[in-house]
Nanobody
C-alpha cells in the first residue's frame, strides 16, 4: 500500500510564505515524477508544478518566480516553497506522485489527501 501524506498548509497574509511537504510511504520500488496541484472553490483542479526524478521542473505561469518545487529522493518527499502568496492562491493543494509499487508491473498515480492554503488579511 502506498500513501502520500501532506503537511504545511495554513493561513497566511498576502505577501507571506508557506512551505508544503509531501512524503510517500509504503511498498515503493521507484518514484518518478512528483507534483503539486491545487483546487480553488468552484474551480477545476489545476497543475501548479512538477519535478522529475532527475530534478527537471515545470511551473504553471501563474506561479513562476514565486513558487519552487524540490524533492529529497532519499526521503521520498517533495516540497513546495510558496513565496509572495496572494489571495488568488487560496486553494486546497494536493501532491501527486507517479510510483511503481513493489510487486507491480505498471506505474500508479497516487494523490495526497490535500492541505488547505488560505491567503487573507
Amino acid at each position: 500500500q502506498v500513501q502520500l501524506v501532506e503537511s504545511g498548509g495554513g493561513l497566511v497574509q498576502p505577501g507571506g510564505s508557506l512551505r508544503l511537504s509531501c512524503a510517500a510511504s509504503g511498498s515503493i520500488f521507484s518514484i518518478y515524477t512528483m507534483g503539486w496541484h491545487r483546487q480553488a472553490p468552484g474551480k477545476q483542479r489545476e497543475l501548479v508544478t512538477s519535478i522529475t526524478s532527475g530534478g527537471s521542473t515545470n511551473y504553471a505561469e501563474f506561479v513562476k518566480g514565486r513558487f519552487a518545487i524540490s524533492r529529497d529522493n532519499g526521503k521520498n518527499t517533495v516540497y513546495l516553497q510558496m513565496n509572495n502568496l496572494q489571495p488568488e492562491d487560496t486553494a486546497v493543494y494536493y501532491c501527486e506522485a507517479d510510483i511503481l509499487a513493489a510487486g507491480q508491473a505498471i506505474i500508479g498515480y497516487y494523490w495526497g489527501q490535500g492541505t488547505q492554503v488560505t491567503v487573507s488579511s
